[in-house]
């Protein structure tokens, strides 16, 4: 089932699918899941946490400006 059928209006979930479509990721393509994933709303991350996702996204960042320079 595509974004296209889905029931819901929320915005959010329709453009996580739409990318999902883009990259062939079937399991963000259903509504359900998407709906279950998208209302949790109680997540609690510790700063040692945070501190480790942001440095995990700046290596991906410098991989990412790496590998276009070397093209």
């Known amino acids: 089932m595509g974004y296209e059928n889905f029931n819901t209006q929320n915005i ?3 453009k996580i699918a739409q990318n999902a479509k ?3 990721i079937e ?3 259903n509504e359900a899941f ?4 998208t209302q949790i709303s109680d997540i609690n ?3 040692q946490d945070l ?3 942001k440095n995990i996204f700046n290596s991906l960042i410098q ?3 790496n590998l276009q320079l070397s093209k």
């Open 12 to 14: 959010t979930n329709i």
């Open 22 to 24: 883009k990259f062939d």
């Open 27 to 29: 399991i963000l393509q």
């Open 34 to 37: 998407l709906n279950n994933i």
């Open 45 to 47: 991350i510790g700063s």
């Open 51 to 53: 501190e480790n996702i």
């Open 63 to 65: 991989i990412e400006e």
